[in-house]
């Protein structure tokens, strides 16, 4: 199983499944370097192996061969001193990122610290003011949120802060968005064509179809910020009846959401509930004919649009340097990066998504939300019991 | 075992007067084991009490509860049904190949359960690799591996081992010129067995079970993903969601079944005798079993191993070209990996000796308080322990934060039982009368315990060497929290693949995990030829 790993040829054809605006993929990619004998699944972004690192700075990327929008890390400020950055992001996602963005500065050196984005909040808060993180890279909204409300991050600069829209950052400045994910339904096209996937997540529950057949995550993250964010949107009682609704259809319970979208995939289940990017890479290892689609809905919690992001800890011992840093994932290099390497989308505006991943504006996310909301978790997660979802 | 525990010889007033040394080591050790827990308490106890007990007494709380108490028992049950017969077969038979099917048969304790969940719930799914095997008979869908028998059988594969080497060690240490007596006086081989034998491994078959029902019971990965609802799952969600501090409190309460278990263990230690160790007969021959024997033993082996590496290997040429270059394997994480395990196998020993010596040599009170509190650390969840440490790490010991003597000292209070447990059963084998008679021949104590127990004792200490190793191998959540930056194991690298979905990645440092793995436990066993003959 694998993601597009994002360097060198990177290589995806995806094709839209016309009603539901899904996407289903078929992703093929080397190792850098490894001669263009790879099995050639698709074409459109296809780069040329011997990318030239001289060219960055050009606007050109460095991970594939098309030309990207957005400040160039030339144009940034100089990266020098020491950095400790907690990443809960995967060093299989973000390794290679984190590595060439030291590379481009020789009196940089970045000490990286891997673990699961709620597992290094935990630390960061255990460790106090005696911790020697400067930068929190997370998954999600709500991790970063947490810290923000715990006084744990300092004001990012303005000038960072505006690399993107107001809606994928927090309102105070205590940390950004640097990727998108959507949240989407994935089905199994042998149970169900698109149409029969309800464009209202609340009327998931009176989906006779769905009875035995559907599957959720209730001990996952993206999956408490998708109830939180209904509970903020639909009210608490709306929310507990969808609760209970889903569990008199019988409702089957996933550790993950990869999980999830094996399973339909599988046909152990036919629909499901998850982040967009978990349905591409379980495509991605089966190939195009895996009876596996996307669904999203509209205008409601299951079309929350939710952000991988980056704080300043406000035990950072440089602060320039540490929202420097920040400021670099948000570079043309980084942004390209993400939407190579992850299938996520680039939070700033001048980098495209890579494939044909519906533009970030063709989703049709709910109003009268932002995402630092999302961290509010504690009573979601009081719902989630008292309905015994969890 | 406190006050049921009486010396053969009855020396009035040899059995009460703590040696002094080994006293104050024991002591240290325990106080090193209870530092973590004073953070535990700090931080339970500052939850709202109200909010506590609502949250344990709902009744969710109290059905996951049964549903562990349940996993737990049933498990443990199945370790002991599997890790003593293959003890047996491998320490006292004539079974072929033994050396390759002791090392074969503890070699599942280093696969990370959840890899091993993963690799089942792939093989065995309703319509996972092995129904797609079948597809072409008819067979469209095999039988639910989720749910609570799923999960005994994946967690009995993966921690039978610590029942095995433990029964193992004592086996080998064991007098077994008491079965010839038995012989003599007409039992038959069963019946000897349960006389003779029985009674003499039980402390260590309890040791070992005990080990593996607290690792049951602290387990999250393989219940989640076999679908299985447990109670530390109430635990990762507080951890998921950011409520630290109820996670620890919930942590508290995980002690407090543990500290019930141990005494139910002690309970069924039952009558623990001193014997003179060391003289062992002729293997048992199997006859025309000889080889037949060898199927269950096979069986073992090859279903908890061979399944997850067959699995990660079909996943790594299914991706042969699509490799992560991130995740490109370099020798330098098995060098990691071993080098922080045979540190912590070294250290848990060195510490370990005081701890059972006192508890399995004189009893009393406080040599079996300072032997329950070894298990204090193994009762909690990885991550709190690693937790309890960032906090005194980053706070009080700066300059060892995030550096491998912190995580060395971490993995050492994690797997202390592991130690304890193993040499306590072997020093309970010792005839107290024959360090004795050194001491009449002008040995110092020292001198009598180096030349005399000790080398009595091997099989226990390198049997608790060889539990620390294999599992610090797999050790993962304290790692991630406490690895200095830059630091990659097998296992945390194995977690970075499996995390981000390149399973076939994966693959390569589980073989390597393995391989590592059996050549160290042919290197402990090597040493364990030093015991007595």
Same mark, same amino acid.
């Given at each position: 199983?694998?993601?597009?790993?994002?360097?060198?040829?990177?290589?995806?054809?995806?094709?839209? @499944?016309?009603?539901?605006?899904?996407?289903?993929?078929?992703?093929?990619?080397?190792?850098?370097?490894?001669?263009?004998?790879?099995?050639?699944?698709?074409?459109?972004?296809?780069?040329?192996?011997?990318?030239?690192?001289?060219?960055?700075?050009?606007?050109?990327?460095?991970?594939?061969?098309?030309?990207?929008?957005?400040?160039?890390?030339?144009?940034?400020?100089?990266?020098?001193?020491?950095?400790?950055?907690?990443?809960?992001?995967?060093?299989?996602?973000?390794?290679?990122?984190?590595?060439?963005?030291?590379?481009?500065?020789?009196?940089?050196?970045?000490?990286?610290?891997?673990?699961?984005?709620?597992?290094?909040?935990?630390?960061?808060?255990?460790?106090?003011?005696?911790?020697?993180?400067?930068?929190?890279?997370?998954?999600?909204?709500?991790?970063?949120?947490?810290?923000?409300?715990?006084?744990?991050?300092?004001?990012?600069?303005?000038?960072?802060?505006?690399?993107?829209?107001?809606?994928?950052?927090?309102?105070?400045?205590?940390?950004?968005?640097?990727?998108?994910?959507?949240?989407?339904?994935?089905?199994?096209?042998?149970?169900?064509?698109?149409?029969?996937?309800?464009?209202?997540?609340?009327?998931?529950?009176?989906?006779? @179809?769905?009875?035995?057949?559907?599957?959720?995550?209730?001990?996952?993250?993206?999956? +408490?910020?998708?109830?939180?964010?209904?509970?903020?949107?639909?009210?608490?009682?709306?929310?507990?009846?969808?609760?209970?609704?889903? +569990?008199?259809?019988?409702?089957?319970?996933?550790?993950?959401?990869?999980?999830?979208?094996?399973?339909?995939?599988?046909?152990?289940?036919?629909?499901?509930?998850?982040?967009?990017?978990?349905? +591409?890479?379980?495509?991605?290892?089966?190939?195009?004919?895996?009876?596996?689609?996307?669904?999203?809905?509209?205008?409601?919690?299951?079309?929350?649009?939710?952000?991988?992001?980056?704080?300043?800890?406000?035990?950072?011992?440089?602060?320039?340097? @540490?929202?420097?840093?920040?400021?670099?994932?948000?570079? @043309?290099?980084?942004?390209?990066?993400?939407?190579?390497?992850?299938?996520?989308?680039?939070?700033?505006?001048?980098?495209?998504?890579?494939? +044909?991943?519906?533009?970030?504006?063709?989703?049709?996310?709910?109003?009268?939300?932002?995402?630092?909301?999302?961290?509010?978790?504690?009573?979601?997660?009081?719902?989630?019991?008292?309905?015994?979802?969890? | 075992?406190?006050?049921?525990?009486?010396?053969?010889?009855?020396?009035?007033?040899?059995?009460?007067?703590?040696? =002094?040394?080994?006293?104050?080591?024991?002591?240290?050790?325990? &106080?090193?084991?209870?530092?973590?827990?004073?953070?535990?308490?700090?931080?339970?106890?500052?939850?709202?009490?109200?909010? &506590?007990?609502?949250?344990?007494?709902?009744?969710?709380?109290?059905?996951?509860?049964?549903?562990?108490?349940?996993?737990?028992?049933?498990?443990?049950?199945?370790?002991?049904?599997?890790?003593?017969?293959?003890?047996?077969?491998?320490?006292?038979?004539?079974?072929?190949?033994?050396?390759?099917?002791?090392?074969?048969?503890?070699?599942?304790?280093?696969?990370?359960?959840?890899?091993?969940?993963?690799?089942?719930?792939?093989?065995?799914?309703?319509?996972?690799?092995?129904?797609?095997?079948? &597809?072409? =008979?008819?067979?469209?869908?095999?039988?639910?591996?989720?749910?609570?028998?799923?999960?005994?059988?994946?967690?009995?594969?993966?921690?039978?081992?610590?029942?095995?080497?433990?029964?193992?060690?004592?086996?080998?240490?064991?007098?077994?010129?008491?079965?010839?007596?038995?012989?003599?006086?007409?039992?038959?081989?069963?019946?000897?067995?349960?006389?003779?034998?029985?009674?003499?491994?039980?402390?260590?078959?309890?040791?070992?079970?005990?080990?593996?029902?607290?690792?049951?019971?602290?387990?999250?990965?393989?219940?989640?993903?076999?679908?299985?609802?447990?109670?530390?799952?109430?635990?990762?969600?507080?951890?998921?969601?950011?409520?630290?501090?109820?996670?620890?409190?919930?942590?508290?309460?995980?002690?407090?079944?543990?500290?019930?278990?141990?005494?139910?263990?002690?309970?069924?230690?039952?009558?623990?005798?001193?014997?003179?160790?060391?003289?062992?007969?002729?293997?048992?021959?199997?006859?025309?079993?000889?080889?037949?024997?060898? =199927?269950?033993?096979?069986?073992?082996?090859?279903?908890?191993?061979?399944?997850?590496?067959?699995?990660?290997?079909?996943?790594?040429?299914?991706?042969?070209?699509?490799?992560?270059?991130?995740?490109?394997?370099?020798?330098?994480?098995?060098?990691?990996?071993?080098?922080?395990?045979?540190?912590?196998?070294?250290?848990?020993?060195?510490?370990?000796?005081?701890?059972?010596?006192?508890?399995?040599?004189?009893?009393?009170?406080?040599?079996?308080?300072?032997?329950?509190?070894?298990?204090?650390?193994?009762?909690?969840?990885?991550?709190?322990?690693?937790?309890?440490?960032?906090?005194?790490?980053?706070?009080?010991?700066?300059?060892?934060?995030?550096?491998?003597?912190?995580?060395?000292?971490?993995?050492?209070?994690?797997?202390?039982?592991?130690?304890?447990?193993?040499?306590?059963?072997?020093?309970?084998?010792?005839?107290?009368?024959?360090?004795?008679? &050194?001491?009449?021949?002008?040995?110092?104590?020292?001198?009598?315990?180096?030349?005399?127990?000790?080398?009595?004792?091997?099989?226990?200490?390198?049997?608790?060497?060889?539990?620390?190793?294999?599992?610090?191998?797999?050790?993962?959540?304290?790692?991630?929290?406490?690895?200095?930056?830059?630091?990659?194991?097998?296992?945390?690298?194995?977690?970075?693949?499996?995390?981000?979905?390149?399973?076939?990645?994966?693959?390569?440092?589980?073989?390597? =995990?393995?391989?590592?793995?059996?050549?160290?436990?042919?290197?402990?066993?090597?040493?364990?030829?030093?015991?007595?003959?």
């Amino acid at each position: 199983m694998h993601e597009s790993d994002g360097t060198g040829r990177t290589r995806r054809r995806f094709l839209r @499944a016309a009603a539901a605006a899904g996407v289903v993929g078929i992703a093929g990619c080397n190792t850098p370097g490894d001669g263009g004998d790879g099995p050639d699944t698709g074409t459109e972004t296809d780069a040329g192996d011997g990318d030239d690192p001289d060219q960055i700075g050009s606007g050109r990327s460095p991970f594939g061969d098309r030309e990207v929008g957005g400040v160039t890390i030339e144009e940034m400020p100089d990266l020098e001193g020491e950095l400790t950055v907690y990443s809960g992001r995967g060093e299989a996602l973000v390794g290679e990122l984190i590595e060439f963005i030291e590379d481009q500065y020789p009196d940089l050196t970045v000490r990286p610290l891997y673990n699961s984005a709620a597992e290094l909040v935990n630390q960061i808060e255990t460790e106090g003011q005696n911790s020697p993180a400067d930068v929190f890279y997370s998954v999600n909204a709500g991790a970063l949120g947490t810290l923000a409300d715990r006084d744990r991050t300092q004001r990012l600069p303005d000038d960072v802060l505006e690399f993107v829209p107001s809606n994928f950052r927090d309102p105070d400045g205590a940390w950004i968005g640097t990727s998108g994910r959507a949240r989407s339904v994935p089905y199994n096209t042998d149970a169900f064509s698109a149409s029969d996937i309800p464009e209202d997540i609340m009327a998931f529950p009176d989906t006779d @179809a769905f009875e035995g057949e559907i599957g959720w995550t209730p001990t996952y993250s993206s999956f +408490q910020a998708f109830i939180t964010a209904m509970r903020i949107l639909e009210g608490e009682a709306a929310t507990r009846e969808w609760l209970n609704g889903m +569990q008199d259809l019988g409702v089957s319970t996933y550790g993950d959401e990869f999980q999830i979208s094996r399973a339909v995939a599988d046909g152990e289940i036919s629909v499901g509930l998850a982040n967009h990017y978990y349905i +591409q890479r379980v495509l991605a290892r089966r190939g195009s004919d895996a009876p596996l689609s996307t669904a999203f809905t509209r205008n409601d919690a299951g079309a929350i649009f939710n952000v991988a992001g980056a704080c300043v800890l406000d035990t950072a011992s440089d602060s320039t340097l @540490a929202s420097n840093f920040v400021r670099h994932l948000l570079s @043309a290099e980084a942004q390209d990066y993400f939407a190579r390497s992850t299938f996520e989308y680039p939070l700033v505006p001048d980098v495209d998504p890579v494939g +044909q991943l519906p533009a970030i504006d063709e989703l049709n996310p709910p109003e009268g939300i932002d995402l630092s909301q999302l961290s509010d978790l504690e009573a979601t997660i009081s719902l989630l019991r008292e309905t015994g979802a969890l | 075992m406190a006050g049921e525990h009486q010396p053969i010889d009855d020396d009035a007033g040899h059995e009460d007067r703590l040696p =002094l040394g080994p006293s104050i080591a024991a002591a240290a050790v325990s &106080a090193a084991v209870l530092l973590p827990v004073l953070w535990l308490i700090k931080t339970g106890f500052g939850v709202g009490f109200e909010s &506590a007990v609502a949250l344990l007494t709902r009744p969710r709380t109290l059905e996951v509860f049964v549903n562990s108490a349940l996993l737990v028992a049933l498990t443990t049950a199945a370790c002991v049904a599997i890790g003593v017969p293959l003890a047996y077969l491998t320490v006292r038979t004539d079974l072929p190949f033994r050396r390759f099917w002791t090392i074969a048969v503890s070699l599942p304790l280093v696969i990370p359960s959840y890899v091993g969940a993963f690799a089942f719930v792939s093989a065995f799914g309703p319509q996972g690799g092995f129904q797609r095997l079948l &597809a072409p =008979l008819g067979i469209e869908r095999l039988p639910e591996i989720y749910g609570l028998e799923g999960t005994v059988l994946i967690l009995t594969l993966y921690t039978y081992p610590y029942v095995y080497i433990t029964a193992r060690a004592s086996l080998k240490s064991m007098d077994t010129t008491l079965i010839d007596a038995a012989r003599t006086l007409e039992h038959d081989r069963w019946e000897t067995f349960r006389r003779v034998t029985v009674p003499q491994i039980r402390p260590a078959v309890a040791a070992g079970a005990l080990l593996s029902a607290l690792y049951v019971l602290a387990d999250f990965g393989t219940p989640s993903i076999m679908r299985y609802d447990v109670f530390t799952r109430v635990i990762f969600v507080e951890f998921g969601t950011f409520g630290r501090d109820t996670a620890v409190l919930l942590s508290l309460q995980l002690i407090a079944v543990t500290v019930f278990i141990l005494w139910l263990e002690s309970r069924i230690r039952g009558e623990e005798r001193t014997t003179a160790g060391g003289r062992s007969r002729a293997l048992v021959p199997l006859g025309r079993w000889r080889y037949p024997a060898v =199927l269950p033993v096979a069986a073992v082996a090859g279903l908890a191993l061979v399944v997850p590496v067959a699995i990660l290997v079909s996943w790594l040429l299914a991706t042969g070209t699509t490799a992560n270059q991130s995740l490109v394997f370099e020798w330098s994480y098995a060098i990691n990996s071993v080098t922080v395990s045979a540190a912590a196998a070294a250290v848990a020993v060195v510490a370990g000796i005081p701890v059972a010596y006192l508890s399995a040599r004189h009893g009393g009170r406080l040599p079996d308080a300072f032997e329950r509190i070894s298990y204090v650390g193994y009762a909690v969840p990885g991550v709190v322990l690693g937790l309890a440490l960032v906090f005194f790490g980053s706070a009080y010991a700066a300059p060892i934060y995030q550096t491998l003597y912190l995580l060395v000292f971490a993995y050492v209070i994690r797997f202390l039982p592991q130690s304890v447990g193993s040499l306590r059963a072997s020093f309970l084998s010792v005839d107290p009368a024959l360090p004795e008679a &050194a001491r009449t021949l002008g040995q110092t104590p020292v001198g009598a315990f180096r030349r005399v127990t000790l080398p009595l004792v091997a099989p226990g200490l390198f049997g608790g060497a060889a539990l620390v190793f294999l599992t610090t191998m797999k050790e993962l959540p304290a790692t991630l929290l406490l690895r200095p930056s830059g630091f990659t194991t097998l296992v945390t690298h194995i977690w970075t693949a499996y995390e981000s979905g390149y399973f076939g990645q994966a693959a390569i440092p589980a073989l390597v =995990l393995l391989f590592v793995s059996g050549l160290s436990m042919l290197v402990i066993l090597r040493q364990e030829g030093y015991d007595v003959k």
